[in-house]
């Protein structure tokens, strides 16, 4: 998943942007105003973590204007204005959350990762799929058997497909929610990636295929024996 950080004090800038990195989202950060606005209009992100004094342009102004042309990124306000009014100001903008400085980093985690849900309309944590069970929150997928050990970019690209159960989501498409502004693969990294993946999660034939290809198209998530018409997918009692 994607994220851009738009926060002038460089520090937090810096801590944020780390901190999002380790816990798996590809991140685009900056500390201008208009600089925030251009990628925002530009980029494919999941979720815009937004304060409000800015340099350039100020953050009600940048949510009003993405809001006018019709960008429904979810975005996540930060400030240190903790009045009522400041927060029914940002939340009528277009703000979807708003987070108070100071703040625990587990909290804006929690809460970034909850808009991400949203945004799929996704209202569980764990979505299951066959016998795999994927923990969106935990960033973990398993088998009755025991965890399967993926790397950040595999369990990123499980994570987009289990968002999106029963759709076809292009190789485009998962390198724009995959990499940051800097950060593009090379042209076949997809693919590499996506056949590490199915060799972990079949375990050598030990479990049926549940990520199939669309040839010319992208990757679709699938119980086993299901045809793309039939979407179950479920989300897991935990």
Not at 20 to 43: C, I, P, Q, Y
Not at 81 to 91: C, F, M
Not at 179 to 198: K, T
Request: charged share 25%; aromatic share 6%.
């Amino acid at each position: 998943m994607r994220v851009l950080v738009i926060e002038d004090y460089e520090p937090l800038r810096r801590s944020l942007a780390r901190g999002l990195s380790e816990s798996g989202f590809a991140v685009d950060a900056t500390g201008d105003g208009k600089e925030g606005l251009w990628f925002a209009r530009d980029e494919a992100y999941d979720a815009v973590v937004l304060d409000l004094m800015l340099p350039g342009m100020d953050g009600l102004s940048i949510l009003r204007r993405l809001r006018d042309e019709g960008k429904t990124c979810p975005v996540l306000i930060l400030t240190a204005r903790d009045g009522v009014p400041d927060r029914v100001h940002g939340l009528n903008a277009g703000a979807d959350d708003y987070l108070v400085k100071p703040f625990a980093f587990e909290e804006l985690l929690a809460r970034v990762n909850a808009l991400v849900r949203r945004k799929y309309e996704v209202h569980a944590n764990h979505v299951c799929v066959g016998g795999l069970t994927i923990d969106l929150n935990a960033r973990t997928a398993s088998r009755p058997d025991g965890e399967v050990a993926l790397t950040a970019t595999e369990f990123g690209i499980l994570q987009l497909l289990a968002l999106q159960p029963g759709r076809v989501v292009s190789r485009t498409e998962i390198t724009e929610h995959l990499y940051g502004f800097d950060g593009e693969p090379n042209s076949n990294a997809i693919d590499v990636h996506i056949a590490q993946l199915r060799r972990k999660l079949e375990a050598d034939g030990d479990h049926p295929r549940c990520i199939h290809t669309r040839r010319g198209m992208g990757y679709i998530l699938l119980p086993p024996d299901a045809s793309e018409s039939d979407t179950r997918t479920t989300a897991c009692d935990h």
